[in-house]
């Protein structure tokens, strides 16, 4: 009785990604062997060979003809491994994808795929159901695929967006964040998109912890004035933070250049003018109208740039006076309040000094006067002292001296 060979190239182009030529030469010879040990029934082999036929001469109207016949037949694993390929083919030739997907799903069910060549199918499994809307089946294919390789970020990140199809976003944001963190843990940098996938979802959970979190890893990757400006204002919408705890974040915005707007500029310049530190305030409008961001015909400019400038040049001329005073005191206090105008000013060189006399004096919340430590060495450049300070920062304010430290190591 005559055997069935292989001629199934179409089939392996499919799942194994083999071209055409001499690559297709190689995927026929090395089907050969399976071929040469299956074994079909009479009824089988009678049903399969004009099939097989028409297949070989690319007569696709003759092979869809004499496919009810062998599909009827074909109740064994090697002949539903022989029809599978042989459906595969037909869909290519007469382009139905319906055929190609049928073809695949028996190939599977028969269960002689190789384990090499098993995930290549059950991907193309998936993608056919997705096309076709059929999710539930997509992701039980998707899921076998995880079963085989389970640290396949590429699989997990296809699942969690055929779950975002559906809506099942509580389903997507643990495969998204698995995904990630496969990546980091393989030393490979995740694409930004994955951030911001998990770090959406993560908003819309209300899950605010871990919104600040990916925020920082993000940054840490991806630390673009627009992911700033992004991380920036959700730890803000996060956060329950204090007015001096404000003012550090928006010292923080200015400096990581997030400001696009000219209410922001005012916004800082007015707090800073109502802690008594009208030099910084006045830097923060001249920095607004430097960008061209801020008009000085605005309404808020104009009233703030009357009242800021005078008391910047009579603030700026008192604080040396004031340096031994507060030096001598037994409170860190008022050291505290004069570091932080000799900082507004850009005089780190007696601001340093001064936020560790307060340190040294007690009296004041040690995590405020670390931030602003690390705020003032950060802006002379001692980047490792400015990290040491961050680090030391404790309770509500951690994640925003986290935040100071991504931005030290912004491009590192």
Known sequence: M???????????????????????????????????KATYSEAEQKALLPLQTAVTAKNWDAAKAAL???????????????LGRMEIDVGFGANDDSLKAQGVDLMIDSGKLSPVDLPKFYQNQAVFATNAKNYPKAETAFGKMLELNPNDSTTIVSLAQLKLQQKKNGEALPLIERAIQIKEAAGQKPEEILYKYALQLNIDAKNGPRSVALSRQLLGA??????????????????????????????????SKSFTQAGEYLDLAERLDTAGLPGEA??????????????????GYIELIRTVGPRSQGDRAS????????????????????????????????????????????????????????????????????????????????DLAGLWIAYLNRGA
């Open 2 to 36: 005559m055997k069935l060979v292989s001629s199934f190239a179409l089939a392996t182009a499919l799942v194994l990604g083999v071209g055409a030529g001499g690559t297709a030469a190689q995927a026929k010879k090395a089907e050969e062997p399976k071929a040469a």
């Open 68 to 82: 009810p016949a062998a599909q009827a037949a074909s109740q064994g694993a090697d002949a539903r491994y022989a």
């Open 282 to 299: 006045k830097s923060v409008l001249d920095e607004g109208v430097a960008s061209g961001k801020l008009a000085t015909s605005q309404p």
């Open 222 to 255: 991806y630390p673009t004035a627009e992911n700033w400006k992004t991380a920036l204002m959700i730890y803000q919408r996060s956060a329950t933070l204090d007015s001096p705890a404000q003012l550090d974040l928006l010292r923080l915005m200015r400096a």
């Open 319 to 398: 604080l040396d006076k004031e340096q031994a005073r507060a030096l001598a005191g037994p409170s860190g206090s008022l050291t505290l309040k004069l570091a932080d105008a000799y900082a507004g000013y850009g005089d780190y060189t007696k601001a340093v000094p001064l936020y560790r006399a307060s340190l040294q004096k007690g009296g004041v919340d040690a995590n405020v006067v670390n931030t602003r430590l690390g705020i003032a060495l950060a802006s002379s450049g001692d980047r490792a002292g400015a990290t040491e300070a961050f680090k030391a920062v404790t309770g509500p304010r951690a």
